[in-house]
């Protein structure tokens, strides 16, 4: 079983930075996914960007490439998500996810992954 923390969150304005981590403890896993997905009120859980434990695979929503960077370090087991330029739309609650199966098919599948953090609140004034 792994146990995932999310840190970072914070209120910001509109064209600021933000740094999320995300820190897995427990049972170590050699190849996994981890994801991170966000959540505005009264709307559906978004995929964001994921990101193959093992190796430098990144896959990102189009509405944030260019602007979000995930990142991972594999000594730490923790997982990144640097965002840039940050709108008020981005606004929401962020989850970090982590996938035993590594299938990048179902990557962007929230149903699909196996553990989750309680989340970190990002708010995004204009």
């Known amino acids: 079983q792994v146990q995932l923390v999310e840190s970072g969150g914070g209120l910001v304005q509109a064209g600021d930075s933000l740094r999320l981590s995300c820190a897995a403890s427990?049972?170590?896993?050699?190849?996994?996914?981890m994801g991170w997905f966000r959540q505005a009120p009264g709307k559906e859980r978004e995929f964001v960007a994921a990101?193959?434990?093992?190796?430098?695979?990144?896959y990102y929503a189009d509405s944030v490439k260019g602007r979000f960077t995930i990142s991972r370090d594999d000594a730490k087991n923790t997982v990144y998500l640097q965002m840039n330029s940050l709108k008020p739309e981005d606004t929401a609650v962020y989850y970090c996810?982590?996938?035993?199966?590594?299938?990048?098919?179902?990557?962007?599948?929230?149903?699909?992954?196996?553990?989750w953090g309680q989340g970190t609140q990002v708010t995004v004034s204009s």
């Open positions: 996810a982590a996938k035993i199966v590594t299938g990048i098919a179902t990557m962007r599948d929230a149903n699909r992954y196996d553990y």
């Open positions: 427990g049972r170590t896993f050699s190849s996994n996914v």
């Open positions: 990101i193959a434990w093992s190796g430098a695979y990144t």
